[in-house]
């Protein structure tokens, strides 16, 4: 379907995400949820987590692990 859209020279549209569900997905990122695991908990693409937290003026924590503190338990 996206790519006969495209041929027709329309734009692709996604299906907006409700506000509610914004400010949800950047309070948990925030709150220190991986992009994955905020996009698990509201049912949402991890990449669209990513894109609401940009618009939103977030900044996106470095990949990888996060680092282990007392309150955590160890990896693995």
Same mark, same amino acid.
């Given at each position: 379907?996206?790519? +006969?859209? /495209?041929?027709?020279?329309?734009?692709?549209?996604?299906?907006?995400?409700?506000?509610?569900?914004?400010?949800?997905?950047? /309070?948990?990122?925030?709150?220190?949820?991986?992009?994955?695991?905020?996009?698990?908990?509201?049912? +949402?693409?991890?990449?669209?987590?990513?894109?609401?937290?940009?618009?939103?003026?977030?900044?996106?924590?470095?990949?990888?692990?996060?680092?282990?503190?007392?309150?955590?338990?160890?990896?693995?």
């Amino acid at each position: 379907m996206t790519k +006969i859209v /495209r041929q027709a020279g329309l734009a692709v549209r996604r299906p907006a995400v409700p506000e509610p569900v914004r400010q949800e997905a950047v /309070r948990l990122y925030v709150d220190g949820l991986t992009l994955v695991e905020v996009g698990e908990r509201l049912g +949402i693409n991890d990449k669209t987590v990513r894109l609401l937290v940009i618009e939103a003026g977030g900044t996106l924590r470095p990949r990888g692990r996060r680092p282990h503190t007392p309150d955590s338990p160890p990896p693995g």
